[in-house]
Structure formats: C-alpha cells, structure tokens
C-alpha cells in the first residue's frame, strides 16, 4: 500500500534467467505502471507501460509470473503484463539495483507490504503463463 507520497511503493525486483527485472507500481509522480527495463528501455518508455490509479492507504494484489520465456503481471486480479523477454535485454534502473537479487522500493514514498509469498510454478503454470496472445 501507498501510505503517502507521489511515486513508486512497492517495485517488485525479481530475477529473470541471469538478470533481474523490476515492476514499477505508480511511478513517475503516481500513475505509471510497468516493467524496468526492457532493451534499456524503462517501465515509461516500453510497451509495458500501463496507467493505474491508486489511492493512498489502500491494499493492492500484486502477482508476477515468470518462466523461461514469458514475464507476467497482475494488479489485483487484473493481468496487466504479458511479456516475451527471450532475445531482448533484461535489466534494472540504478536506483533499483540495491534490491537485487529479490527486494522492493519505494521512491520518495512511504509504503507498507504485506503477505509476501514465492512458489514455484507447476508444469500447467508454465505452460499457460507462456502462451501469448
């Protein structure tokens, strides 16, 4: 949750093959939601980029998916990410590299987590989390 502030309040960084990955949530003065970085290219600049409004005190449900082929992302039970990353360059903006290997951030935010859970996928999950519309 966004407790206050402007910017991101929970940016998931996660690793994808040998690299690592961050889903920005509300960033860029609140609104901008995506993943940093694909191809150099940030959460505001790739085809990721989403726009969701939050609200401040209010507890969001965020799930990623990754396999070796697809990153996916939800907000609450809407899937907002479906990403192929093979043959393109994965990587993290500075300010988010002290959360690799696996960490959260907040940027000029205070921001709240809770219920933070890591499985592995079964088979079936991979196979659907790499389907592509």
């Given at each position: 949750?966004?407790?206050?502030?402007?910017?991101f309040f929970a940016a998931?960084?996660?690793?994808v093959?040998k690299?690592?990955i961050?889903?920005?949530?509300?960033?860029?003065?609140?609104?901008?939601?995506?993943?940093?970085?694909?191809?150099?290219?940030d959460?505001s600049?790739n085809e990721?980029?989403?726009?969701?409004?939050y609200?401040?005190?209010t507890?969001y449900r965020?799930?990623v998916?990754?396999t070796?082929?697809v990153i996916?992302?939800?907000?609450?039970?809407k899937?907002i990410?479906?990403?192929?990353?093979?043959?393109?360059?994965v990587?993290?903006?500075?300010e988010?590299r002290?959360?690799?290997p696996?960490g959260?951030?907040?940027w000029?935010?205070?921001?709240?987590?809770?219920?933070?859970?890591?499985?592995?996928?079964?088979?079936?999950?991979?196979v659907a989390?790499?389907?592509?519309?």
């Amino acid at each position: 949750m966004r407790i206050e502030g402007v910017d991101f309040f929970a940016a998931a960084t996660f690793p994808v093959d040998k690299s690592y990955i961050t889903l920005v949530n509300g960033g860029w003065g609140g609104n901008v939601t995506g993943l940093s970085n694909l191809n150099g290219m940030d959460a505001s600049e790739n085809e990721t980029t989403c726009t969701i409004k939050y609200e401040d005190k209010t507890w969001y449900r965020f799930r990623v998916r990754v396999t070796g082929k697809v990153i996916r992302c939800w907000v609450d039970d809407k899937e907002i990410i479906g990403v192929d990353y093979q043959d393109r360059r994965v990587s993290t903006r500075l300010e988010t590299r002290p959360s690799e290997p696996l960490g959260f951030a907040t940027w000029h935010t205070g921001g709240a987590l809770r219920k933070i859970e890591i499985r592995t996928l079964t088979p079936a999950e991979v196979v659907a989390a790499n389907k592509i519309d």
